[in-house]
């Protein structure tokens, strides 16, 4: 759904998107059909360019503390947003700071629209477009106060039928079933497929969004291991590739994630917007996707999210993974050491609520931890022999490569949470709330060991908001958080020496499967989770779990 300014005009193709908002401050994200200049609010920037394609960020500042402020946009004058003929309520900014619950509203994995589906792959309803007919239908003082999209916004690897067809008239060829996009133009196909859906549209633009990556934006099973990237990079294909998966996530979802502090500061932005004339980033746009594809350290994905008596730490889980085999982290030294700073200094600011995203989950079902821990240790006691090389194979065709498969980074983000839960940096928050995605059914789990902690240490899973999992997956998950497979897995790993984990957990809710979006509603020093979910028989969302989090 595009909306034309007039005969002449530019043209809005995506967005608006509501994207950073802080108590003062927000910034507006579009895609126009042409150089232009976009306004919101009296705010205006130029568009830069891309591989033809036309990007504007807007940054609003001077806004109150607490206020709601209702917005249009303008191209190079004229009005494009809203839509003149429009069911939704107006797109507004409300910045934190008000009176009552701070809600959060999250979950991953969505597959394209529902408008784009074939109806063969039997998906059950989109989550978030039913999430978004809600939100719209109710009082304003309902609405969440942030969205998080915690990985697999588009799958560059698992096309629809009307994009394959447009891949065969793009590239004047057969377009096989299992088609991959190539280079940054065949992504800008992916986010306008998944973000022109009209009731999701509208979300984005009133709802501020906070996104990371997992690895459908990029390949499945992305940076699984050293041997996995050694195969990869090895095809002819693999740098445009990646150039062109970094670049657009850069353009579609990083940029927005910045305040407009970090955008001052920011090298890949401060060169966009030192360009002259057409503004054509592109060049920009690959040196830095390049670079942060051989030079992981070049660039942080990571951020954090102030929201009052909240604060969410974004974790990449994904791009800067250290993955030689007897050095495996998912972080490196000095990214973990940044998370750390960041939760030291929420317990110093007093912090009621510390929200950590992360695409992967970092507490999995007991069974299923002790097979990627097991799986771990083969593969670095018998590197390179013949049973390492099958732990490989296993640890691929099985996507063993959650936080469970970096031990040490595992241990270290519970150490990180149990510091805090003790008071050594501060005040210790009601609650830290792990926020994932990733695999595709929903749980609640409560870290339990070590003991003696004044801060509720949890995991919420949320996942798919649109997409399914196949029914054998659905019992490996049920199994998973069984007795015995818990039973029998923890045998096997003192059987091969695994190392024995510090952390204990216990689940409290699930597993749920479905198309899902989690809440949580944050009250002074309460939290609870809220699941609502979609089934194939039902459109509408079906409330199935609230949980509360918080002892008070």
Partial sequence: MSTPAGEDGATLLLGPLLRHVDPV???????????????????????????????????????????TTEYEVELDGARVWPPRQTSFPPSRIRTPG??????????????????????????????????????????EEEWPDALVLLGD???????????????????REKVPADAQVRNFQEYTRLYAESWSDPEVRWLLSTIPSSMIFDDHEMIDDWNTSASWRRDVTAG????????????????????????????AENATWQAIEGLDGDRDAGPVLREMAERADTDPTSTRWSFVRHWGAARMIMIDSRAGRVLPEQQRRMLDDEEFSWVEAAMHRAAAEDVRHLVTGTSLPWLLPHAI?????????LNARHEGRLLGRLAERLRQAADLEHWAAF??????LGAALAALGRGEHGTPPSTALVLSGDVHHAYAAELVRPGGLSTRVHQLTVSPLHNQAPHPIQVGFRVGWSRWARTLMTGLARLTRVRRRELEWRKLAGPFFGNELGELVLSGGEARFLLWATDAGHQELERVLDLPLSAG
């Fill in 25 to 67: 401050s927000a910034t507006v994200w579009v895609e126009t059909d042409r150089p232009c200049e976009v306004a919101v609010l009296g705010r205006r920037a130029r568009t830069f360019s891309s591989n033809g394609h036309h990007f504007a960020l807007v940054v609003v500042e001077g806004l109150e503390p607490g206020s």
């Fill in 98 to 139: 008000r009176p009552g619950a701070f809600r959060i509203a999250f979950g991953s994995c969505r597959y394209a629209t529902p408008g784009t589906v074939d109806v063969r792959d039997q998906i059950p309803p989109d989550a978030l477009d039913s999430y978004a007919q809600k939100v719209a239908a109710a009082p």
């Fill in 153 to 171: 916004q588009v799958y560059a690897d698992e096309l629809t039928p009307a994009t394959r067809s447009w891949l065969g008239l793009r590239r």
């Fill in 236 to 263: 002819d294909w693999w740098a445009e590739r990646i150039r062109g998966g970094l670049a657009s996530y850069w353009v579609y979802q990083h940029l927005g994630n910045l305040s407009p502090k970090e955008l």
């Fill in 369 to 377: 931890h002790q097979i990627e821990r097991w799986n771990e240790t």
């Fill in 407 to 412: 031990g040490a980074s595992f241990e270290r």
